[in-house]
């Protein structure tokens, strides 16, 4: 069977290295907070991690979408595999955004009953996490700028830095006015810090999985650029989708004077979309004055 080339290469793919170091760097204190958490009885931090397990999943997820997404086109994924990353980023969002119910629910419960916490201690765990967690940080912050799955691993580790803080913070007010009543309070600013956040990336995510077109994509500058080429009488059935973050494709059909060379307008189409355009694939049907009528439209 002969292999279907790609030409384009996944961004998030570029950085799977720096996910595995975050990985493991989250791993590692989620092993350590629960150590803590029960040496300390700290609720608090049995909570953190917990929190700290699905934020560990959710990078793992993100890793194992970006290896998926690696695999070269077949017969029955012309297009490869790069949508695997895009569901990786809808699961992470999914993930993120019942934790922060999750901590919504558990203020609830703890401002009506606060547990006395052993705060000292808590903060020195805490305090480990929030330096992971910043490193984590510093190392996915340029990669989540060219990828949703990316942008979902750095949402993941920025939740736990906010969730480090939160716990130093309540921890603080513990320690020094033995009022129980700040960590039921600093959780529920938390929880309704992540959702804003974490619903943006959920609904970029959908729009890929819908064939939306690409925010980074003008689509009407796009059709008033190849009406104005030479030769070009009409442009329709305009389409612009994304394969996977910072990978876009387009497809239309050119209506174009009798007179005028295909090969040469079909060049000069190519170049000017992928010259002007953040569009790495393009598909064009040229046609001549008539066959619209004969199409099925979509």
Not at 69 to 76: N, Q
Not at 122 to 134: C, D, T
Not at 273 to 298: D, P, R, W
């Amino acid at each position: 069977m002969e292999e279907i080339k790609t030409q384009t290469v996944s961004p998030a793919s570029r950085h799977k290295k720096n996910l595995l170091i975050v990985l493991v760097l989250s791993g590692t204190y989620m092993i350590a907070e629960v150590i803590g958490g029960v040496i300390t009885q700290s609720l608090a931090l049995m909570a953190d991690a917990a929190h700290m397990l699905t934020d560990v999943v959710g990078l793992f997820l993100a890793l194992i979408a970006i290896k998926i997404g690696e695999r070269k086109a077949d017969a029955s994924k012309t297009f490869g595999y790069y949508r695997t990353e895009i569901l990786a980023a809808v699961i992470n969002a999914v993930i993120l955004l019942g934790i922060s119910l999750y901590v919504l629910y558990e203020a609830y419960q703890r401002f009506q009953n606060p547990p006395a916490v052993q705060s000292k201690t808590m903060l020195i765990v805490a305090g480990i996490g929030l330096v992971i967690n910043i490193i984590g940080m510093m190392i996915l912050r340029k990669d989540s700028e060219g990828s949703l799955n990316m942008k979902g691993a750095y949402f993941e580790v920025l939740s736990d830095m906010l969730t480090s803080i939160g716990v130093m913070i309540a921890g603080v007010i513990m320690l020094t006015t033995g009022w129980y009543y700040a960590d039921p309070i600093i959780s529920a600013a938390i929880g309704l810090l992540i959702f804003p956040r974490t619903w943006r990336l959920l609904k970029e995510a959908v729009n890929v999985l819908l064939e939306g077109t690409p925010k980074d994509v003008d689509i009407h500058q796009l059709r008033k650029s190849l009406e104005k080429i030479p030769g070009v009488k009409d442009v329709h059935d305009l389409h612009v989708w994304s394969l996977t973050s910072s990978v876009n494709a387009m497809s239309a059909h050119i209506v174009r004077d009798n007179g005028t060379a295909q090969n040469q307008l079909l060049k000069t189409l190519t170049e000017v979309t992928t010259a002007n355009f953040k569009i790495s694939h393009t598909t064009f049907q040229i046609e001549e004055e008539g066959y619209e009528e004969q199409e099925v439209h979509l």
